[in-house]
């Protein structure tokens, strides 16, 4: 397994995704799954997907500048840190967002 292949695939598809569909990313998360948010924390696939459901804007297209992949662990586990922009429908500006994600040994993403 090389990790930056499975850390780029992961990235790729959540975030086609996320511009695309949100309410698939449901099958990403687990019941133990977290997402902290603008100092709000999240927990459980079903609230996660409501949460990211719920943001102000329905339309949006993420560009990838970053992703960086850790080893995380003994076992296979890593920890992924993405960094670009996203351009929300009607704006003239991107903004820049960092997302970073962590595979635990027992999960896959």
Not at 10 to 21: I, L, M, Q
Not at 55 to 70: A, E, G, K, R, V
Request: proline share 3%.
């Amino acid at each position: 397994m090389n990790p930056d292949a499975v850390a780029r695939a992961f990235v790729e598809h959540y975030y086609r995704t996320f511009d695309t569909n949100r309410a698939s990313l449901a099958g990403l998360y687990q019941d133990s799954s977290m997402l902290s948010f603008e100092g709000a924390k999240t927990q459980g696939a079903a609230a996660i997907t409501a949460k990211l459901a719920s943001l102000p804007f329905q339309q949006c297209q993420h560009n990838i500048s970053t992703i960086d992949c850790q080893p995380s662990g003994l076992s296979g586990g890593m920890l992924v840190f993405v960094s670009g922009s996203i351009q929300l429908a009607g704006e003239q500006h991107a903004l820049k967002f960092s997302q970073v994600w962590i595979r635990s040994v027992n999960y896959t993403f």
